[in-house]
């Protein structure tokens, strides 16, 4: 990233000159990448070793007794792939990321490393847009945050509003996101969260309602909660500029199917419909 700020700041300038603190900034980028490569390398090149990996079982203490005795790989270089593969996140090489933080969830005993190393292969998916493990992983963080005891009531709700925050990303991306993304935020206990904290994410659930026919008829149970529409966002406002991403087809969709449901529920209500 250090050498993309550089490649940049030449190409305004029209120079090849650059400043002092980017190359001592570079500098200290390639010292600490070079520190934590040494750290992680014995575990990066056994994790190569496809033969080896084979060895690898279910039971952790027998992996962690295995890789200790035959290969010298004790808690600190496991602990080093951790920091490692947050620094390659930083560095945008995203794939390796997902794999260096898979096989340490897998050897990882620290069950709150190993949750903040399942949100990095989350959000490592979603960067890639691998929807379909991304929403696995999804699935993996929403189980563990419905059955983990959290230190107070507050923490367990901004981990589900974090949580969905993220599911946006994969549920308008997914095939059948959709759906799920209603079953999902339409929860009691996600409801309650988004209610107590995140009331703007009630937009994209009555939009997924909208737009969603099959599920459309659930959504006058939806409408009893205290929704608020705000014409000024993303799918239904003005300032679609403002966005660094198009959301026109979607505003267009949401348009279209609430001029069919309230044509659909006006047509229910009346026996005569005058066309003219």
Known sequence: MVDYAMDIHKSLYHTEDVPQDMIERRAEVVARLKALEEGAAPLVAFLQNANAVQELRADKQYCLQMLN??????????????????????????????DYLYQYRALCTNSERSLSALWGKLVAEILMQNWDIALEELNRLKEIIDSKSFSSPLNQIQSRIWLMHWSLFIFFNHDNGRTQIIDLFNQDKYLNAIQTNGPHLLRYLSTAFMVNKRRRPQFKDFIKVDVIVILNDPFLGKRVEDNNFSTVPMRDEFLEN???????????????????
Do not use: M, W
Not at 78 to 86: F, N
Not at 258 to 276: K, V
């Open 69 to 98: 005795d035959r290969f010298q790989i004790g808690p600190k270089q496991i602990e080093a792939l951790y920091q490692y593969a947050k620094f390659q996140f930083e560095c945008g090489n995203y794939s390796g990321v997902a």
């Open 258 to 276: 609430a001029r069919l449901f309230i044509f659909e529920t006006y047509c229910r209500i009346h026996q005569r419909i005058n066309i003219f």
